[in-house]
């Protein structure tokens, strides 16, 4: 009789670390790299206390080396003014060149009609526009060889 009470009492506390699972905790993985979890959906950031989730983490299109990992996110603004030098030479990008953009996704990818994969990031617009940007890694950093624009979006 014991027995069954205690672990009629243990069942909610199993059940809620299920379900906190399912959400996806934070955890550290590298140095200061954290990813998280939820279903299909995988997300990753760097140096917050105890892991703690930004208010936008990074979406992962799939999951990359944590070096791999660690090092686009650290070397993203540099990705980023080397991607406006292409803008200029893009038709669906050069009226974007000045927006300020934020990182919001990573990934691997073929660029435009190539079929060679590279690291992928996509960034978004404080005027609701997209940019992904292409770069092959060279050393410990990385050139960016391809741009594409999504347009922006009609007013409302």
């Known amino acids: ?3 069954v009470l205690l672990l009629a009492g243990l069942l909610p506390l199993l059940a809620a670390q299920a379900q906190a699972s399912d959400q996806g905790a934070a955890r ?3 140095g200061a790299l954290c990813r998280s979890q939820s279903g299909e959906a995988q997300s990753a950031w760097l140096g917050r206390p105890n892991c703690q989730a930004p208010a936008r983490p990074i979406r992962l299109a799939q999951r990359l080396p944590d070096t791999e990992l660690i090092s686009a996110l650290e070397q993203h603004a540099k990705v980023l003014a080397q991607a406006r030098l292409l803008f200029a030479g893009n038709s669906s990008c050069a009226s974007q ?3 300020n953009f934020t990182l919001v996704s990573l990934g691997v990818s073929a660029a435009g009609r190539q079929s060679e ?3 992928e990031w ?4 404080d005027r609701k526009s997209t940019a992904r940007v292409w770069a092959r890694k060279n050393g410990v950093g990385y050139d960016v ?3 594409a624009c999504a347009p922006l979006a009609p007013p409302p």
């Open 145 to 147: 060889w391809y741009v």
């Open 117 to 119: 994969e590279m690291v």
């Open 28 to 30: 550290r993985t590298l």
């Open 1 to 3: 009789m014991r027995l």
């Open 97 to 99: 060149r000045s927006f």
């Open 122 to 125: 996509g960034f978004e617009s």
